[in-house]
């Protein structure tokens, strides 16, 4: 963000600032997320932030790594130094602060350390890698952790607490620790793609409120309705394998490279994640929701539902042993994720299915195993190994306390209590029930936390101290396919679940009023990040082209013309179009275009263009691409985005100029289009009287029975007009975060 666009935050959000400064400390806790236990020492005095000179790691433990964490390739706290070093500079902008490697603190700095033989630990009683310290004097501050990952933590706090109090610290010791070790989301990627650098965003997110895992759920089909389809629809149905590999033993897996994480991609998330202190958790499903590989080989399949894999054929455990084997070198984590959902085969065949499987992982790879809870241990079974451990999530599979607790399983919460579904579901919310968070523990009707499984019957929940709870990870499904969503409708999904979710999954108890007051100012200042697509403006109009932009002076290396921003942004943009010189317009021609310094606008904005198109036929063509989306025509007006086509049953005039409008506004997208004289004044979309909009609508189809339209929300596009095939004239455009 920088300063500037830092204080444009801080200017927005004063009087909240006013509110949560004066009250960021209640009790013996700091109202950050998660809460902050919290101890001043002066009531008379605070520390400005702006009094740091530097950030200092230990010398002695610079090279230190926690080796007793779910990684196997954790960062050090040289690494976590840097990126709390970049972080501090993204959210306060100060240019005079140093960052080096001493013995010990200096005047004013933040020295970074390690506590050797400390004694925190998790609610169960066992040693915490992740607990921190953080000291605030009237000299500087320090922060020892249990490891790296803890004094990370602590660099999270600091920063909590430094946006809250208006960045004037109170003086005092914070002692904390994390109540649970597996604290994070799921995102289903099998169903829809997400890129690489979406995930490291996510991350980002997510350990700005202190999570430390994202699972990646990497295959999945959409739902084999085999009341309704034939072999042949069910072998063509939606689905797919994430991972990309040359390898031959898995050549036609997966036959989408454009849509896939290669080896690069996977390392590069695993580096930018594990920098934050989160650890991604690779899943790969079977031998239920297995379409993707009985796409592959149809012999696997099971004859009566060919998402399900039949483990009796004598290739399908060696099959599953060599998909593992391809990509088990690519993975960090010491966990991974079988799968193992939604089996309705044989429970034999099944249960001997995650046993071989969890030998291969332990003897290949030295994993550990985990599976969603299907077929609970019975007597007359031969059951799944104890040392693998099981994902809860919903009542009708089982009884974590019950069938696995008491059975000597251990147990990660994702009870369907928090669970998502993008878009539209018939069973579940479109975004976290965080009012659960706040309330779902059955006795209390006080905060939830992750020795909760059941929010209605306490009987059913183990004591907090429950060393067979290893936390809680809260998914979001893409039951309905890539259609349904846009990338950043997952992120929106869970804006503010995740943090919701990560107070209490750390052993937080913020209360909702204390919630509503710090999320506001701790979100707008999330750093490293560009999830929200963000622009800051002087004003409502963000950009500004029109006819009297244009300059005969030539600005750009390729010997440009400059185009001036008329908004007074400054962002002005290059074009190697040329005028018409009657109308003083721009010619866009297939071998031209207009380019500007911006990537993408998010949510709430009207963008609108002035053009010109000629009587001939137009199809599949871009006018404007941006980061995330590019709008077209196909020949009807297209917004194109994560990889799919919004298509309006609406087209362009031609041979007249026209204002095409493109309006974000909130969860929804729209356009309008209105005729008009290239010598009227060109106006932000709001500002037209007599105009129509029509609304861009994702189409989901509904397991081959019906459809459901819903909306869509998709970013601006604002990076180049034309060169993409389309050709006629431009002749200005306006950007605003005012979507009327």
Not at 44 to 72: E, F
Not at 101 to 109: F, G, L, R
Request: some cysteine; proline content about 6%.
């Amino acid at each position: 963000m920088a300063f500037l666009h830092h204080l444009a935050h801080l200017y927005t959000l004063a009087t909240l600032y006013t509110v949560v400064s004066s009250t960021v400390i209640v009790g013996s806790r700091v109202i950050g997320i998660p809460t902050i236990p919290f101890t001043k020492t002066d009531d008379d005095r605070t520390y400005p932030i702006s009094y740091l000179k530097s950030v200092i790691v230990d010398s002695a433990y610079s090279s230190w790594t926690d080796s007793s964490g779910d990684n196997l390739n954790p960062a050090s706290l040289h690494e976590f130094a840097g990126v709390f070093f970049a972080d501090f500079y993204d959210i306060w902008g100060f240019d005079n602060i140093s960052q080096l490697e001493a013995p010990k603190p200096q005047p004013h700095s933040v020295f970074l350390s390690i506590e050797e033989h400390s004694t925190w630990q998790y609610a169960s009683g066992e040693p915490s890698p992740e607990g921190y310290s953080l000291e605030i004097t009237t000299g500087g501050i320090t922060i020892r952790g249990s490891s790296p990952r803890g004094v990370w933590w602590g660099t999270r706090s600091l920063l909590h607490l430094a946006l809250l109090s208006g960045g004037n610290l109170p003086i005092g010791k914070s002692v904390d620790v994390p109540g649970w070790k597996v604290r994070g989301m799921m995102l289903d990627v099998g169903r829809h793609y997400y890129p690489s650098q979406f995930i490291s965003d996510l991350c980002g997110y997510m350990s700005f409120f202190k999570q430390n895992t994202l699972q990646l759920h990497l295959s999945d089909n959409l739902y084999n309705n085999v009341k309704r389809y034939s072999r042949e629809q069910s072998l063509s149905l939606y689905a797919r394998f994430r991972l990309w590999s040359d390898a031959d033993e898995v050549k036609g897996l997966n036959n989408f490279k454009n849509e896939s994480y290669t080896k690069d991609d996977w390392a590069s998330m695993e580096v930018s994640c594990r920098q934050r202190g989160v650890t991604i958790i690779p899943e790969i499903e079977a031998p239920g929701h297995a379409l993707p590989i009985v796409q592959w080989k149809p012999e696997l399949g099971l004859s009566t539902d060919l998402s399900l894999l039949n483990i009796s054929h004598p290739d399908t455990i060696p099959t599953m042993k060599t998909i593992w084997g391809t990509f088990l070198g690519w993975f960090d984590s010491k966990v991974v994720h079988i799968g193992a959902d939604e089996y309705t085969g044989d429970v034999g065949d099944y249960n001997k299915f995650v046993n071989a499987m969890a030998d291969f992982l332990h003897t290949n790879g030295s994993k550990d195993v985990r599976i969603w809870g299907t077929f609970p241990p019975k007597p007359d079974y031969e059951n799944i190994y104890n040392n693998v451990s099981i994902q809860h999530w919903e009542y009708f599979e089982d009884n974590p306390l019950f069938d696995y607790i008491q059975n000597n399983y251990s147990v990660v919460n994702s009870d369907d209590t928090f669970y998502v579904v993008n878009k539209w579901s018939g069973s579940y919310p479109q975004k976290v029930n965080i009012a659960k968070t706040f309330h779902g523990d059955p006795v209390t009707g006080g905060p939830w936390q992750p020795n909760i499984f059941d929010t209605n019957n306490a009987t059913n929940n183990p004591p907090r101290s429950s060393s067979a709870v290893l936390g809680a990870i809260a998914p979001l499904w893409n039951d309905y396919g890539p259609n349904a969503s846009t990338y950043s409708e997952a992120y929106y999904a869970w804006r503010e679940g995740i943090p919701a979710l990560a107070d209490k999954q750390w052993g937080g108890n913020l209360l909702t009023e204390e919630f509503m007051a710090s999320f506001p100012v701790l979100h707008s200042a999330v750093p490293g990040i560009d999830l929200e697509r963000r622009l800051t403006s002087k004003t409502s109009i963000i950009v500004k082209y029109d006819v009297e932009s244009w300059t005969p002076e030539r600005a750009g290396p390729q010997n440009e013309m400059a185009i001036s921003d008329l908004s007074g942004n400054g962002i002005d943009a290059l074009t190697n179009c040329k005028i018409i010189t009657s109308d003083r317009v721009i010619a866009v021609t297939s071998n031209c275009s207009i380019g500007t310094p911006l990537l993408s606008k998010g949510r709430d904005y009207a963008l609108t263009l002035r053009l010109y198109t000629p009587e001939q036929g137009v199809k599949d063509v871009t006018i404007i691409s941006g980061k995330d989306s590019s709008l077209m025509l196909t020949p009807n007006i297209t917004l194109f985005a994560a990889g799919n086509y919004y298509r309006l049953n609406a087209t362009i005039p031609r041979e007249t100029w026209f204002d095409l409008s493109i309006i974000g506004r909130g969860e929804r997208t729209f356009a309008s289009i209105k005729e008009v004289d290239v010598r009227d004044p060109i106006v932000e979309a709001k500002d037209v009287s007599g105009r129509d909009e029509i609304e861009f609508l994702a189409v989901l189809g509904i397991n081959g029975e019906s459809l459901v339209w819903a909306p869509i929300a998709i970013e601006a596009p604002v990076t180049k007009i034309g060169g993409d095939g389309w050709e006629g004239a431009f002749a200005g455009m306006i950007l605003s975060s005012d979507a009327g």
